[in-house]
Each structure stands twice: as structure tokens, then as C-alpha cells.
């Protein structure tokens, strides 16, 4: 057989993780099909030691490829190519004729694992990628090593503490170069809030524990209460949902708002996840942002492309109001949907008793503290005239629920409100230094107008304001909190573990994800305001290196005169050492022939003494010598022989 038995495993076990960790490029349909084609492939090698048919695979592979194309308009270019590639590999092993096609097959899988990376950047699944890089490496090891060679660890171990530094020295300093090609966008569901916001949908984003984002400050942590993460305004309502405005939903970057500093600015770099979306996340009104961010309408920050992978930027905001943009804007947020009649009713009739915006908030707040109000994720379903319903009814809601109702109210009190989707809070590591938001902070609160500024307004702070001063946890029902704990998230070891792994991860993301085409500029740049002693560095490790290529050179020189002295005499006194016993020495013998032959003694001790300066002491003038004598004395020594074998 052409290819070992444990080495089709081998690539049977690469491809089925290869199809684990690029499942988001495959529907359903297509990875049943691929793990049933690798499991028939496993039997087929287990029973019989060998590979299916060719013509089986062509067939196969034929109406599979179909299949495909007529789902590649769906699935996306990008999905598209990893899935004929990964066909193409498990094809391949149907039918392993020649040694040229597994050195294509292990080039295949070579691409495969590095489109993982496109897929993923946690630094766990980055070790399960390397790790099968190496068992990819190994196999092509073993396809063309004999079968008796084994990996020399050492060997091995060595060659990588060489490229190492190498490797690293590329990484820090090599220049960052732009994208050769662009990934296609390819359809993939999106993570976190929408662009529509209706009773239910922040309930059900809050049982999610992911990771959403991750903040690092330059300057003080904020308040827990000032730490409003903005990701989306809601200004249009049909009576039961609110949605994004048209006007939000482009990428055409806006003047700061924020044009003084006489408010306290937060310097700050987030970390964000995969979304598959544009929205990003900020405080307050933006100041300033990095270049590879947009700010647009309503002070938000947005991608100008689908956030496919870990995304890293810079922000400076200054949390106080956020200013007008436009009396536009003030139109947007005072249009009325109908419905919702009662509500109607106690807008007007708390404005003509608070007819001054803050007031009317406060009364708002002391209606929901008053009345027997509840905050649950659980509420009950609302109809048509949700806000209705729920005022006066159910009075049992989560976040989006209390801000609908008070967007609507002030609206109706003739004052532009807006419901604003976002984060609150999140979970502060002092000891790594950053806040870890996750999906479960999802939060919805208001935003009204008084005097040109938008003015923040959270009304669940009225009815569970440990939302907002500790932790969703503490604002929910004991029957409730067991819904946001996964069962495994009860055992204190395993919750441990999983915390360490995610400050791990966020090294990985500061330091090898985020280390970019600035943060090596700024590298470059502090490297030159230490030049002197990098110089000094850079000389001292030059002269050591010297040093250590003159010590080599000087061991390999007397290890070569050692061995020349050793050709010399053993291929001139071959004959008389042909009886030398092996443990003995060439010295000893020749002084053993000395004394049994006192004729022969004195140019034996001579080349003794030349042989033993020239090996032991490796001076270039006794290996001269040696030859000298051995030319000189050629004739004594064959006498010698003849003798000694007459005798």
C-alpha cells in the first residue's frame, strides 16, 4: 500500500476538525454530508487497509459540487471556496494512487488551516489551529521519511529555539502590509442588538454570557452609572416596536460634536467581538477616534465594514449631554404613532402639572416607583397597544419595556425623546486592567432633549436601580437569576478556569491581535529615542556572536587537525595497525612495537611523539612533522611489517 494506514487516519481526523472549526462556512445539510463521507472513509480504512474507488469519488464529488453551486449565491464566495476545498480533500483520500497527490493533499489542508484564522481569534482555538498545523507538518514528515526514521525531538527542539527569535523579530518590526485581497462578505448571523427594538428582544440577548466587548482606559475608570455604552438610537415607533431611522443607517462620517473639553474626557481603547455588524460601541459624546472608525449621525461610532473579525479602536468621549446636531433631528424624535390612547392621556395630564422636561422625568421616575411596577424577564406578551397594555395592565417588563413607555410619554408631553440600545456596565478586572461587557449587559434606556442637549434618562433605575449600581444578578427575582447560569457556571472551579482563560485571551487580543501598523510605528518611534542604547545592545550581542563563531571555528579547526593526524598514521601504518587490539591506543601500540623491536624503536617514538602533539595538543607544527616522519621512516616501517609477519 502507498500511504500507512495510521497516516489516512491521521488526515481523516484533520479533515473532521478542519469541518469543526470552519462549521459557520457550512449549512447544516453540507457538514452532515462531509462528516458521513469521513466516517465511510474511516470504515473503508479500518476494514480493508485501503481508500475507496476513483470512480466512486469523481461521482460523489460531481453531484456534492452541484449542490453547492446552486447554494453558492447563498452561502457566499468565501464559504463557497472552503467548502469545494475541503470536498476536493476529502475526495482526495477516496482514491490515494500516487505520492505527488498526498503532497497535494497536505497543501490543501495547509490552506484550510489557514482560513481558520478568518474564522477565528480567541487564542484557545489559535492553539487547537497550531496544534493542527503540527499534525499536518508530521504527516508530511512521515509521507516522505522512511518508515524505520523517527523524529529527532532535539533536533526538532532546536531548529525552533533558532526560528523563534527570527520569527519574533519579523512580528515586531517586519512592516504591515494592506491586504493583498478583501473576504467577500458572506451571509453570517449576527451577535448582540438590532436595528429594531420591540418587547422581548433584549430579554432574550441578556441570557447570552459572550464576551461582546472589552475596555481598556488610559485614564480613570468611570462610575459604574456613567458607563452607558451606546450602540444604537431607535427613533421611529409604529405603536408596539421602535427602528432605527434611515438617516442612522449609513457610513457618512459627522463633525464632534464634543468641540470643548470642558467636560471630564474618558480616554479609552475597546476591544470588540465578531458582531457581523457595523454598529461598535461609545460613551458619552465621542471627542475623538482613531482613523479606522466612522462617526456618525447621533455621536455613534460605527465600522465602515461588517465587524467579521476582533476589532480594536481608540476613543476619547466626554460623558456629559450629547449637543444637537440639527432640527431635524428635534422633528425626528417628536413623531407620533397611533395607538396607545391612555398613554396619551397621562402624558398630557403630567405636563400640565411638570411643564418643564426634568421635571416631567422625575414624575415619570416616581410613577414607575409608586405604582406597583416589576421588573422581570419574564413579562407577560403585549398586543398591538404594547405601551398601553403595560402601563396600565401588566406593569411587568424588562429595560425596553420601561424606556418605550418613556420615550412615548415625553413625546406625547411634546418633548423629542429617543430610546437608545446598548450596553450597562460591565464586569472591572483591576488586576489585568480592563472591563469584560458581555451580552448579558444589554441594556435599552432614554434619551430627551433640554436645552440643545440630549440628556440621559434610565427609567429601570427607578424600579430596580440595582440594575445600575450593582449588577443585573441583584435586580432579578431569585427564580429568575438561575436563567442567566449556565449549570456548569455553579461549579467555582471550573468558573475559575474559564476567567483565567479569558484574561489569557485578552493578553493575546492587547498583544498580538492589536499589535497593528500604529502600535508598531509607535515602536519604531520609541526605539529611536533609545537609539544610543540599542547601538551599544546591537555591538555587544554582534561581538558575542563573534566570539561564539571563533570558538566553533577554533573547535571544529582542532578536531580537524586531530582526524587529519589520525588519517595520517593510520593510512601509512596501516599494515602494522591491522593488528591493534580496539581497545587499545595507536600511542600505546606503537610504544608496545618500540620495546618488542628496539631496531625500529627510535622512529616509532618519533611518530609517537609527533602523533600525540598533534592530537591532544593540536599544534599545526607537529602534524608537519608527523607527515615528515612518516614519508621519512617508509621504508623502515614495511621491514618492520615483513618481520613481524615472518615471525
Known amino acids: 500500500m502507498l500511504i500507512d494506514k495510521r497516516l489516512l487516519m491521521l488526515w481523516l481526523v484533520i479533515q473532521l476538525s478542519l469541518l469543526a472549526l470552519l462549521n459557520e462556512a457550512f449549512s447544516l445539510w453540507i457538514s452532515a ?23 466512486l469519488a469523481n461521482v460523489l464529488s460531481g453531484l456534492i459540487a452541484i449542490a453547492l ?18 470536498l476536493a480533500a476529502i475526495a482526495r483520500l477516496f482514491a490515494l494512487k500516487h505520492l505527488h497527490e498526498a503532497r497535494q493533499l497536505i497543501w ?48 526538532t527542539g532546536r531548529a525552533m529555539l533558532i526560528i523563534l527569535p527570527l520569527w519574533l523579530g519579523m512580528f515586531l518590526l517586519f512592516p504591515r ?48 452609572q456613567q458607563l452607558y455604552w451606546r450602540s444604537y438610537l431607535y427613533e421611529d415607533f409604529d405603536g408596539r416596536r421602535w427602528q432605527v431611522n434611515a438617516h442612522h443607517k449609513d457610513n457618512r462620517p459627522q463633525q464632534n460634536a464634543a468641540t470643548t473639553n470642558d467636560g471630564k474626557l474618558s480616554e479609552y481603547r475597546v476591544i470588540a467581538e465578531a458582531s457581523q455588524q457595523h454598529n461598535l460601541f461609545a460613551l458619552g459624546s465621542v471627542y475623538q477616534h482613531s482613523a479606522n472608525v466612522a462617526l456618525v449621525t447621533g455621536q455613534l461610532i460605527r465600522s465602515p465594514k461588517l465587524v467579521s473579525q476582533r476589532f480594536s479602536y481608540q476613543l476619547t468621549s466626554d460623558l456629559q449631554a450629547i449637543p444637537l446636531q440639527s432640527e431635524q433631528e428635534r422633528s425626528r424624535n417628536l ?57 396600565f395592565q401588566t406593569r411587568t417588563g424588562f429595560c425596553s419595556h420601561y424606556a418605550s413607555a418613556t420615550a412615548l410619554l415625553l413625546r406625547h ?44 434618562f434610565d427609567p429601570t433605575a427607578a424600579v430596580a436601580p440595582q440594575r445600575v449600581l450593582d449588577s443585573l444578578d441583584m435586580a432579578l427575582p431569585e427564580n429568575e437569576r438561575d436563567m442567566l447560569r449556565s449549570p456548569w457556571q455553579s461549579l467555582a472551579l471550573i468558573q475559575l478556569f474559564s476567567q483565567q482563560l479569558m484574561h489569557l485571551d485578552y493578553y493575546w487580543s492587547v498583544w498580538v491581535l ?23 545592545i546591537t555591538v555587544a550581542l554582534l561581538l558575542l556572536s563573534l566570539c561564539i563563531v571563533l570558538w566553533h571555528w577554533y573547535s571544529s579547526t582542532r578536531l580537524n587537525r586531530a582526524a587529519l593526524a589520525q588519517r595520517l598514521v593510520f593510512s601509512a601504518l596501516k599494515p602494522l595497525l591491522a593488528a591493534k587490539p580496539a581497545h587499545q591506543s595507536v600511542s600505546g601500540y606503537l610504544q608496545q612495537l618500540a620495546a618488542n623491536h628496539p631496531a625500529y624503536a627510535e622512529p616509532l617514538l618519533q611518530i609517537t611523539e609527533q602523533y600525540d602533539l598533534a ?15 612518516l614519508k621519512q621512516y617508509q621504508q623502515q616501517f614495511k621491514q618492520l611489517n615483513r618481520l613481524i609477519q615472518n615471525t
Open 615 to 629: 592530537v591532544y595538543a593540536s599544534q599545526p607544527q607537529a602534524e608537519h612533522e608527523l607527515r615528515k616522519r
Open 413 to 456: 408631553a411634546g418633548i423629542p425623546a429617543r430610546v437608545v440600545g446598548g450596553y450597562l456596565g460591565g464586569d472591572w478586572h483591576a488586576e489585568q486592567g480592563y472591563l469584560a461587557v458581555r451580552q448579558r449587559e444589554a441594556h435599552a434606556w432614554v434619551e430627551y432633549l433640554q436645552q440643545g442637549q440630549w440628556q440621559r
Open 335 to 391: 413623531q407620533l404613532a397611533a395607538g396607545n390612547p391612555a398613554t396619551q392621556q397621562l402624558a398630557l395630564a403630567l405636563k400640565q402639572r411638570y411643564p418643564q422636561p426634568n421635571e416631567l422625568v422625575a414624575a415619570i421616575a416616581e410613577h414607575f416607583r409608586q405604582q406597583p411596577f416589576y421588573y422581570s424577564l419574564r413579562p407577560p406578551a403585549l398586543g398591538r397597544d404594547s405601551v398601553d397594555q403595560f402601563l
Open 177 to 224: 502590509l494592506a491586504p493583498l485581497w478583501q473576504i467577500p462578505s458572506a451571509k453570517m448571523a449576527s451577535t448582540g442588538l438590532s436595528d429594531m427594538l420591540d418587547p422581548g428582544s433584549i430579554e432574550q440577548l441578556v441570557q447570552d454570557n459572550s464576551l461582546a466587548f472589552r475596555v481598556e482606559f488610559d485614564t480613570a475608570l468611570p462610575q459604574r
Open 108 to 155: 490543501v489542508h495547509y490552506f484550510l488551516i489557514a482560513c481558520c484564522f478568518i474564522m477565528h481569534q480567541d487564542m484557545v482555538v489559535a492553539l487547537l489551529i497550531l496544534s493542527l498545523f503540527a499534525a499536518n507538518l508530521y504527516s508530511q514528515y512521515r509521507l516522505f521519511a522512511p518508515r524505520q526514521a523517527r523524529l529527532n525531538i532535539k533536533l
Open 514 to 536: 492589536g499589535f497593528d501598523d500604529t502600535q508598531q510605528k509607535n515602536l519604531w518611534q520609541a526605539l529611536g529615542k533609545h537609539w544610543r542604547a540599542i547601538l551599544y
Open 69 to 86: 453551486i446552486i447554494n453558492a449565491r447563498q452561502a457566499g464566495v468565501l464559504h463557497f471556496m472552503l467548502q469545494i476545498l475541503l
Open 33 to 55: 454530508i462531509y462528516v458521513l463521507l469521513l466516517v465511510y472513509l474511516a470504515v473503508q480504512v479500518l476494514r480493508n487497509n485501503t481508500t475507496a474507488s476513483l470512480t
